[in-house]
């Protein structure tokens, strides 16, 4: 997914604020699982995803009107979690990797 850094996304300081990261990170998890299918057939079973946490790590801000993109992977999995890696890249591989722990449940079975 491409991007590019607006006026309404940057701080005082002249860069894309902290909020906007994660922001464009919550359109890549749904653009993801849209892709997937899932958002498709998780009203029908019931399921409902949870972020618990984001992890971001960041090499280099992003400057205004800077373009970029948003690459969205999973990371790892184990019987109850999905770890989502997303990558904002701009000429440097990595600018950006936030880490996303996210879990589906189903209110019969929590």
């Not at 701080?11 to 994660?22: A, I, L, Q, T, V």
């Not at 653009?31 to 790590?57: C, D, Q, S, Y």
Request: aromatic letters at 16%.
């Amino acid at each position: 997914m491409s991007f590019r850094v607006w006026p309404d996304a940057m701080d005082c300081y002249m860069h894309m604020n902290n909020s906007s990261y994660h922001k464009i990170a919550d359109y890549g998890r749904f653009h993801f699982f849209a892709v997937l299918g899932i958002i498709r057939h998780a009203p029908k079973e019931g399921w409902h995803v949870t972020n618990a946490g984001n992890f971001l790590n960041f090499r280099q801000s992003l400057q205004p009107f800077q373009s970029y993109s948003l690459e969205t992977r999973v990371h790892s999995c184990d019987d109850r979690w999905l770890f989502l890696e997303q990558t904002h890249d701009f000429k440097i591989p990595m600018l950006l990797v936030v880490i996303v722990s996210s879990v589906f449940f189903s209110p019969q079975n929590n």
